[in-house]
């Protein structure tokens, strides 16, 4: 059986070009996938694949000296002597043998400790041999799912993209990257140029393995995988892991080479466990054979990711380089059982390139024309990974069927199914799809828009629209409207839409809206529907304070230049005052002294509204500045990954023009700088500043006043950086000025990691600040200190924390209780 999977196997891969090729296996005649193979005295090569097939590139005949090597194994040279091709070369590794001999391990001067010292004390030496260089990249992406289950939350799955084969199981995602790539240590720098891309049944071909994301280098403090971890290298590195030489082991050069197992001291903590591979006296990096769990980089679905390293020595730089790398993964999610592996190769290594002061710009990621459009051909020529016999059927069937799938018929046959009309669909919501134009109709039902306020008792919308997409670059247009009923005031509020954008590069995007709806009294809306729902049916606290409004807006944003966001828009709207028409609540009549009224200035008041009504128009004009953002450039858009050197600002002018009553008329500026550092092993820092001022102080609408966002919920459902803790909701205003600022650091494991028994809990500790100034008030403060990544087992979703308040001699406190998603 496995003979003639291998003759299938060299018979499919017998057009490839290049000269030299053949299995590798181990001693037990299992094949041997990652194994690097090049030339001797040299760091070019190739890599076995799954089935340990390898072809390695040579192109005239001649004695060679190939070299197999592969971490755990021997290094094995073979010199052949080749005189014609195709040239066959099966090879066999043995594993290494791992020697202790001669070595002295105590308890007071472990072996290990000394080796890590060296390689610690030595990186920079080490990385400056490569400080900066040029290289060809190679990455395949492969995810395989195990017994798909055929519905998730009563939605057909399909078949994957015809991945699937009749026990639902089989390849779902394959994808390879060639790119040329450009490196700088200091200032760090990355490009990345794709030359080629491709991505099994897909037109377009682009794929998001990224040569960035990829470059792990284990002389970092921190590294990002996944999570960011604590680097065996790092400079507190004997705070988080145990060292323990396993033994040592001569490599093809002569090189003693030691390989220690790296010991996370706490089990969860942002760490690896496994194995570094260190050149004695060099003190480099010669491989690692790595894991890491879901826990440790908190991503709960993920079971375990295993990282492996080779590196190789070029005589001629004295540096020992990374030329092949692979990532494997698990994942178990909601019945979903998927595994696969990232493979990447490095080739091509210059050391010395020209860089000048142009070579680096913002743009991190582009696309050369009609990579994503190589054929077959190209592609052999290319590869330095062969093919699996799994993944070169996975293509064929993919290629054959995606024509097929994108047809007409096919499509429509699709959309037949999908466009069934279900029992729920009344409540639930439902849409009609056309594939092959691009478009849709849809049903908004009212399960997800129903709530309760006392101003309009129960309610509920429901609504309509379409969407169309025009291309492929982001070109669409999407209209509807929505229909709100109040079953307490009786009242029917209609709004309507029209959106269109024209492309994913600089997003420009047009709307017009208007009808009749509520908003509530502070525009930055911090209360959500759902929060309101919930504390006045079982506790009697309408905390959200709402007015009527009938408006007619545009409003228009575009990225003018890279970093730079316009958004503009125009409102004219009547604005009336509501009150409560309910007292209904599940909860007894006098809890938390019943119902406050709807007027935010006097929560007594149930007669006087806060404003009286009146129309006005409102201009606003933002900008907002990410400096120095970085940005990939794909062939159908551009995606923004900012810049956390830099913080981002946010200015924003609104001019309020046209009542009747000139003193509602105003003008205000208001500035907002964020920013979110990575403090690497030490955590992550963030900061939100947001100041406002008005030209003029008026007697303005209560809705027009700044406003800070308060809290009056021991469960919010809110972002912790821009609201308070503990201030009530309509407390603090201004028709001045006012600034508040908001700061928090996440300790991440630093710190409780390192305490015996509470690490064993892998909490994260928060500390906060916050302060709120205004002109015509003391300062309002406050400090908190809680409790991140709080759960059980992999799923830690909850974070409690406590805070205390100061305001004019007054002291308050309390415990907050939040999913820490929303605040990510």
Not at 320 to 347: C, H, T
Not at 627 to 632: E, I, N, T
Not at 705 to 719: H, I
Request: net charge positive.
């Amino acid at each position: 059986m496995k003979k003639s999977i291998l003759f299938g196997f060299f018979l499919m891969t017998s057009i490839i070009s290049a000269q030299v090729k053949g299995i590798i296996t181990d001693t037990n005649k299992q094949p041997l996938s990652f194994v690097s193979i090049y030339l001797d005295n040299t760091i070019t090569g190739t890599t076995s694949n799954d089935n340990g097939f390898y072809i390695l590139d040579i192109k005239k005949t001649g004695k060679y000296t190939i070299v197999f090597q592969f971490l755990g194994y021997k290094t094995l040279k073979k010199e052949v002597s080749i005189t014609s091709f195709p040239f066959q070369l099966d090879v066999v590794l043995s594993e290494e043998n791992i020697e202790l001999e001669g070595i002295s391990i105590s308890t007071k001067d472990n072996p290990a400790n000394k080796i890590m010292r060296n390689l610690i004390a030595n990186k920079d030496k080490n990385t400056d041999k490569f400080a900066t260089y040029t290289a060809q990249f190679y990455s395949r992406g492969l995810y395989k799912i195990k017994d798909a289950p055929e519905k998730f939350l009563g939605q057909t799955l399909g078949d994957f993209g015809g991945g699937l084969d009749s026990t639902r199981s089989g390849i779902i995602y394959l994808s390879e990257t060639v790119s040329e790539i450009k490196f700088q240590k200091k200032p760090k720098r990355f490009q990345e140029k794709i030359i080629a891309s491709k991505v099994s049944g897909r037109d377009n071909g682009v794929s998001f393995n990224r040569a960035e994301d990829a470059n792990i280098n284990f002389y970092e403090n921190s590294i990002e995988f996944g999570n960011e971890l604590v680097s065996p290298t790092s400079v507190n590195a004997f705070g988080y892991y145990n060292f323990k030489l396993v033994g040592t082991f001569t490599d093809k050069n002569g090189k003693l080479i030691n390989k220690i197992n790296i010991i996370p001291k706490r089990k969860n903590d942002r760490v690896f466990a496994g194995f570094l591979y260190i050149v004695e006296d060099d003190w480099a990096i010669y491989g690692a054979d790595v894991t890491v769990t879901g826990a440790q980089i908190n991503i709960p679905v993920v079971d375990l990711l295993h990282l492996k390293q080779d590196y190789n020595y070029s005589k001629q730089h004295d540096a020992w380089v990374l030329i092949s790398q692979s990532i494997d993964f698990k994942v178990n999610f909601f019945g979903f059982k998927f595994d696969g592996r990232f493979s990447s190769a490095y080739k091509d290594y210059n050391f010395k390139p020209n860089f000048t002061a142009a070579t680096f710009t913002n743009e991190v990621l582009s696309f050369e024309k009609n990579a994503t459009e190589k054929d077959s051909l190209y592609w052999n020529s290319l590869r330095p990974v062969p093919l699996t016999i799994e993944e070169l059927k996975d293509y064929k069937v993919k290629d054959s069927i995606k024509i097929l799938r994108e047809s007409k018929p096919y499509l429509d046959s699709l959309d037949q199914k999908r466009n069934k009309f279900s029992w729920s669909s009344p409540i639930s919501g439902y849409t009609y799809r056309n594939s092959f134009e691009n478009n849709s109709f849809s049903y908004n039902g009212p399960l997800l828009q129903t709530g309760f306020n006392t101003v309009q008792g129960f309610y509920t919308s429901v609504g309509l629209s379409y969407f169309e997409q025009i291309n492929k670059k982001g070109k669409w247009w999407n209209a509807g409207l929505n229909v709100n009923y109040g079953f307490s005031d009786e009242k029917v509020r209609p709004t309507f839409f029209y959106s269109k954008k024209w492309n994913n590069f600089s997003r420009p995007t047009l709307t017009f809206s208007g009808g009749n709806t509520i908003a509530q009294f502070n525009e930055r809306e911090p209360i959500m529907k759902l929060n309101n729902t919930i504390s006045s049916l079982l506790d009697r606290n309408n905390y959200m304070k709402i007015y009527e409004k009938s408006f007619a807006k545009v409003n228009y944003s575009e990225e003018v230049v890279n970093g730079i966001y316009l958004n503009t828009s125009l409102e004219y709207a009547n604005r009336k005052p509501l009150f409560n028409t309910t007292d209904y609540s599940f909860a007894a009549q006098n809890k938390n002294g019943g119902y406050t009224s709807n007027n935010p200035l006097n929560p007594t008041d149930f007669v006087n509204s806060a404003f009286e009504e009146h129309g006005i128009a409102t201009l606003k004009v933002g900008a907002t500045f990410v400096f120095g953002q970085k940005y990939l450039s794909y062939p159908n858009s551009k995606f923004n990954i900012g810049n956390e050197k830099f913080p981002t600002i946010n200015l924003t002018y609104t001019k309020r023009f046209g009542a009747g009553n000139g003193e509602l008329n105003s003008d205000v500026f208001i500035t907002t700088i964020r920013q979110n550092i990575n403090a690497g092993n030490y955590g992550a820092f963030q900061y939100n500043i947001r100041a406002g001022a008005f030209l003029k102080q008026k007697n303005i609408a209560f809705m027009d006043f700044l406003q800070a966002n308060g809290n009056q919920f021991s469960f919010p459902l809110d972002n912790q950086l821009t609201s308070f803790n503990l201030l009530e909701y309509y407390k603090f205003y201004s028709n001045n000025s006012y600034s508040e600022a908001h700061v928090e650091h996440n300790f991440k494991g630093f710190l409780l990691g390192k305490i015996p028994l509470i690490n064993k809990l892998n909490f994260h500790l928060v500390c906060g600040a916050k302060t709120l100034m205004m002109a015509d008030k003391k300062p309002y403060t406050e400090f908190s200190v809680g409790l991140d990544n709080i759960g059980f087992g992999k799923w830690r979703f909850l974070r409690i924390d406590y805070a205390k308040s100061y305001y004019g001699g007054i002291r308050n406190d309390g415990f907050l209780f939040r999913l820490n998603l929303l605040n990510q």
